[in-house]
């Protein structure tokens, strides 16, 4: 099965799952899938992946869940929930990067060194929510960290921001349009702030460039796609609110 089939049936599984939590556990639902997006993204973004003759990282559609996430809080519920659970996913960012920083620390029994060093592979870089290619190994993994957490902050209160500025300016109408206008410029804010404060300076500008660009592409995408689902949550709400 192609990539890019792979990747469109992920997008929409993991759409469909956030409605389904939605309207059987309410906001807890989305507060879980934010969670738990928080923690996965930054595993799978240190996958690298061909589609339509580009190279990406997974974690993308995950990441970009989150942001439909926190659209569907702001709508249904107000933008004091939508800061909650931004404020729920950096705390656990940080709490989940530390517990594995612990847990690469330890030093295993000899039958177990294999899983240590695939451990130490797999969580080396774990808080980054774009990936290091080669080319950047050396960048140190601090300024790859703190990139990440100013990015998802920065982006994530923004996107709330933005939703409920554009609700206000339509009059409660065109869900499409602060969806769509909250989320893609969001974005852009994440992947200009993480690229920069992350690889500015340590990259060629053409390398640059290209990680910027191919990043905010595939989240651009899954920005687009999710607008159905979005007014597939509204429609739920009802039920959703009864949790």
């Known amino acids: 099965m192609p ?24 906001k807890t639902g989305l507060y879980a899938l934010i969670v738990m997006n928080v923690i996965l993204c930054n595993i799978q973004v240190q996958k690298m992946v061909t589609m339509v003759g580009l190279t990406f990282t997974l974690g993308n559609v995950l990441y970009g869940a989150i942001f ?3 659209d569907l ?20 960012m940080v709490v989940s990067l530390v517990a594995m920083l612990f847990a690469v620390e330890f030093v295993p029994t000899e039958d177990a060194i294999p899983k240590h060093s695939a451990m130490q592979e797999l969580f080396g870089s774990f808080g980054s929510l774009v990936s290091v290619s ?37 009059g409660g109408r065109h869900l499409w349009l602060r969806n ?12 200009c ?12 500008r053409e390398a640059f ?20 689902f979005v007014y597939l949550g509204r429609r ?7 949790g």
């Open 180 to 191: 769509n206008a909250s989320t893609m410029v969001s974005q852009l804010l994440d992947s």
């Open 209 to 228: 460039f290209q990680v910027l660009l191919t990043t905010y592409f595939i989240k651009l995408v899954v920005a687009a796609l999710d607008t159905p």
């Open 134 to 170: 080669d080319v950047v190994r050396e960048i140190s993994f601090a300024r790859i960290v703190v990139a990440s957490f100013i990015a998802y902050l920065i982006s994530q209160f923004h996107d709330v921001w933005a939703f409920h500025f554009w609700k206000d300016k339509t």
């Open 193 to 204: 702030v993480f690229c920069s404060l992350a690889f500015a300076g340590a990259l060629p």
């Open 73 to 92: 809080l702001s709508e249904l519920y107000g933008k004091r929930e939508a800061r909650r659970a931004v404020w729920l996913g950096f705390v656990v």
């Open 236 to 242: 739920l709400a009802s039920g959703a609110k009864a």
């Open 3 to 26: 990539n890019e089939l792979i990747w469109i049936i992920f997008l929409l599984t993991e759409l469909c799952a956030a409605v389904i939590l939605l309207r059987a556990f309410g």
């Open 68 to 70: 439909f996430a926190t």
